[in-house]
């Protein structure tokens, strides 16, 4: 983590008194996410670390930093997570075992509805105190429903280093997207009418 830190300060350093394009900014922000995590198998014999800690921190650092230069580059990473995500989900489901989808049966659905249960639980407890009202909270806990990304990102990796319940934790993993994303999205698409409303305030303070 310390290591993220270090390296955004030295990244906006450099690109405060350098100027180049976005675009280029960009892959070097790629090629040091990439370096970071494959540096944690050398590392980590010798000292914990965590390639993805120390990404994420490396991204927070010039976010805290240099806010304009962030905004100005997730509006390129936007553009590339277009055909990244249609790529992650292509590799993950070619990587399910569809035969496991039997072993996980009624007790992963039932795991994954317990634990969707406690995300709503957890969406409700951070809006405490926010000036939220209860319909819009109702409608924060529905927009959090879908668990689809992080699966998608993270749903391979014990498969891929060896665990023996790889194949069923990506098989739960897979499950969760397909339960989750549809009732999330559907849940949005015939709620916001009822549970949101538009505030003129709210849209003449954006920038």
Known sequence: ?????????????????????D???????????????????????YFP??????????????LSTYEVLAKRITGKF??????????????VGAAVDISYLKGAGIASIVFILSAL????VGVNVSLLGTSLDKKERIFCSIAYLPKAT?????????LAA???????????????????????AIGVDNTYKKLLHKSKTAFSQIP
């Open 117 to 120: 249960v406690f995300r709503i």
């Open 150 to 158: 992080v699966q998608a990102a993270i749903g391979a990796v014990p």
């Open 1 to 21: 983590m310390g290591l993220g830190i270090i390296s955004g300060f030295i990244f906006v350093k450099v690109f405060k008194a350098i100027h180049v394009r």
């Open 78 to 91: 936007s553009k590339i997570w277009v055909a990244a995500e249609v790529l992650l989900f292509v590799l």
């Open 162 to 184: 060896g665990v023996g319940a790889g194949n069923l934790i990506l098989t739960v993993a897979v499950v969760a997207i397909l339960i989750s994303a549809p009732l999330g």
């Open 49 to 62: 670390v965590s390639g993805l800690l120390a990404v994420m921190a490396f991204s927070a650092t010039i």
């Open 23 to 45: 675009t280029v900014k960009v892959l070097i922000m790629l090629s040091i996410a990439f370096l970071f995590v494959s540096l944690e198998d050398f590392i980590k014999p």
